[in-house]
């Protein structure tokens, strides 16, 4: 009895130590002065709303994801505070809860030692430290894709009511969440009750009513759905948004981000993917992690344990459909939404790792990858080193020290709606923003072509056309209006503040035609410089990290 009682207190203490070690590599780099970045910023903007309904009301008119994040970071804002930091740390806490849960999940598919194995793999793998920093749902994703696996997995061992309303509740955060949970939990339902079929049909009349339950749980929120995809519908079809190139270059590309600690393009997918065998470097951080992952699936695979296939099949099934769904469609693959596939491929490594009957080089394997991973992060430039803010922090601050105030206009096409995040609400934030994902796309065609122009040129190529014409070099009249009627409402000897990103027509030629945002973003700018040096002064210019910064002056009448 002792025995056992002394090794449950060694388990539990190897287990907290994991967790410290997961939570010190997620606060490396915590604090970073660059700033958040455009969705981050979102996130705050939206979670600081009024809750319930400001924050629901913003997610109908304006995003496509369910509100369970934003909820969850509006009260942590409340308790905790709103700095930069504080704010990536409810992303560490999540991240750091996902260690226990991997844990557990782990013990229940196999053993202690898969238990461990799989906090290890969690705690150090550089894919969820990066989301684990970001103020951004993924790492809330992940934490509750572990919770929904631990509880699908004690209901394949022991059926009881406390693991069906775990494996509710995990599901219902997970379809709260994001926005491609409504397919992440329909494929695990339909893979899981076809492994109920074969193999234990006594459970499926539980699993279905658990099903039925969430779905009506779910049903609250399916006309902020169904509002949504009619509202991307028009979104993709609108001449300006940029498809994102997917090719079979992504697949590598997110194995590498996945499984090994040199991350590549975590806001996009890869436009082509480069394999550089003859580099010892490569081979060390690269090759070696994947192949020891790879190893550990293909063992689990080859077990004699189906549930295995049923957790792989389900991660696979959701990747082809992401993937699919931007090769094919109108959607666009990101490395960030695979946040769930990730876990379930780690898990089942480290199921497949421990079935290896030599004890000595299922260690080595385990450990040589966990090793691997810790000497990248904590001397090269890892997950938490890598910069992702957008600077602009620094641009608020310009706007404070030289006290622009209500008798002011900014003029930021993108991302200007951001700078609300800072305490500049007394500054007028001209309504021209770029970044937006509704109908606000076609207001600044209309503001910037007219209305009539608009609608002739609904589609890209006339719209291209028109653009890379003799036409593009003037100044439409109804764009002159629209920004004279701004200055009319400035008052003398108060500012119009431009600023813009680090456009230059030598990107321009690099991004080719595809990009009609791009396009259209330069020439808005080289008509408002135009407008901005005939009606008014320039008083003072500066560049402030990737941002053009022009200050000019109404003078007195």
């Known amino acids: 009895m002792k025995e056992l009682s002394s090794l449950k207190i060694t388990r539990i203490l190897i287990l907290t130590a994991i ?214 519908k028009n979104y993709l079809a609108n001449p300006l948004f940029l498809k994102h190139t997917t090719t079979f270059y992504v697949i590598p590309a997110t194995i590498q981000s996945w499984f090994t600690p040199i991350l590549t393009d975590m806001k996009n997918a890869p436009s082509s993917f480069l394999v550089r065998f003859n580099d010892p470097y490569y081979i060390y951080f690269l090759v070696f992690p994947i192949i020891i992952i790879l190893i550990g699936v293909a063992k689990s695979l080859l077990s004699k344990d189906n549930y295995l296939k049923v957790l792989f099949l389900s991660a696979l099934s959701f990747f082809i459909f992401l993937f699919i769904n931007s090769y094919y469609g109108d959607g666009w693959f990101c490395v960030r939404y695979t946040v769930s596939i990730l876990v379930i491929l780690l898990l089942c490594a480290s199921y497949g790792l421990n079935k290896i009957k030599n004890s000595v080089i299922s260690s080595f394997l385990a450990s040589l990858f966990i090793v691997i991973n810790f000497v990248f992060i904590t001397n090269y430039n890892g997950a938490p080193e ?64 007219g209305k009539n122009l608009a609608q002739t040129l609904s589609d890209k190529k006339k719209l291209l056309n028109f653009l890379k014409s003799s036409k593009q070099k003037e100044v439409l009249p109804v764009f002159d209006a629209y920004i004279t009627n701004i200055f009319n409402n400035i008052k003398p000897n108060h500012y119009f503040i431009i600023i813009s990103g680090n456009v230059t027509k030598s990107n321009l030629q690099q991004l080719g035609e595809k990009d009609l945002y791009t396009i259209l973003y330069l020439k808005i700018f080289q008509d408002i410089n135009v407008i901005s040096n005939k009606k008014l002064k320039l008083k003072k210019y500066t560049n402030i990290g990737n941002w053009k910064i022009s200050v000019f002056q109404k003078s007195e009448i």
Request: hydrophobic letters at 45%; aromatic letters at 16%.
């Open 19 to 232: 967790i410290l070690f997961g939570f010190y590599l997620r606060c490396i780099g915590i604090i970073k002065p660059d700033g958040l970045w455009n969705d981050e910023m979102y996130s705050v903007l939206n979670a600081r709303l009024s809750f319930p309904f400001g924050i629901l009301n913003n997610i109908y008119q304006v995003d496509i994801h369910p509100p369970l994040y934003f909820f969850l970071l509006h009260f942590w804002m409340k308790i905790f505070g709103t700095t930069d930091t504080i704010l990536r740390l409810f992303s560490v806490f999540t991240g750091v809860l996902c260690i226990p849960v991997a844990y557990f999940a782990g013990k229940n598919l196999l053993n202690y030692k898969t238990g461990f194995i799989a906090a290890l793999f969690i705690s150090v793998n550089s894919f969820l430290i990066y989301f684990s920093q970001e103020v951004r749902p993924y790492s809330l994703i992940a934490f509750l894709m572990l919770c929904s696996v631990l509880f699908l997995t004690r209901i394949k061992n022991k059926p009881s009511l406390k693991n069906y309303v775990g494996l509710i509740l995990s599901n219902l955060g997970i379809l709260y969440t994001t926005s491609t949970g409504i397919v992440i939990i329909g494929i695990q339902a339909i893979i899981f009750f076809i492994y109920l079929l074969s193999s234990n049909k006594n459970h499926i009349k539980s699993y279905i009513y658990s099903q039925i339950i969430t779905g009506v749980l779910f049903l609250p929120y399916l006309p902020i759905l169904f509002h949504h995809i009619s509202e991307m």
């Open 386 to 449: 890598i910069t992702r803010g957008q600077n602009f922090n620094k641009v608020a601050e310009f706007i404070i020290e030289n006290n622009f105030n209500y008798n002011d206009y900014i003029f930021m096409p993108q991302g200007g709606y951001i700078l609300n995040r800072y305490d500049i609400n007394k500054t007028n934030i001209i309504n021209f923003d770029m970044n937006t994902c509704d109908n606000h796309m076609s207001r600044v065609l209309e503001n910037t072509l």
